[in-house]
């Protein structure tokens, strides 16, 4: 029997203590960078997306991919590529963790809508609600003291 998987993933991570170095006329080249990372590891990228000092990526992530050598895949040659090219000249890394939450298939273009008008959200709302407010909707306990 072949594997079958539909399971869609929304990856939150953010840049070192939160500076916002990611500007906004160069995020399209660190996007197209991670959509060829997800594409070599058989992943199927719906929706990247971010503001200064986080990204969102939805994705399926292929069976045969641990999410956390994924993520810490994308980091790595990320900031590779960031600094060989000085892409964001003050970037000074991704922070240590990431959040990584699975939803249901029928949440799809719902999750594509919100990925792809972050910087609208966040015109409105801060990364720290935005962050407590998923958070609480995965009903993942946490102590806000290890928080950024």
Known sequence: MSTFTQILYQIIFGTKNRERTLSENQRDKL??????????????????????????ILTHVHPSVALSDLVKDIKLASTKVIKENNLFPNFNGWQDGYAAFTYSIDRKETLIRYVANQIEHHRKTGFREEYLTVLKEQHVEFDEKYLL
Not at 42 to 48: A, D, P, S
């Open 31 to 56: 996007f197209q960078y991670i959509s060829g990372i997800l594409t070599n590891h058989k992943c199927h990228l719906y929706q990247i997306n971010g503001i200064e000092d986080h990204i969102h």
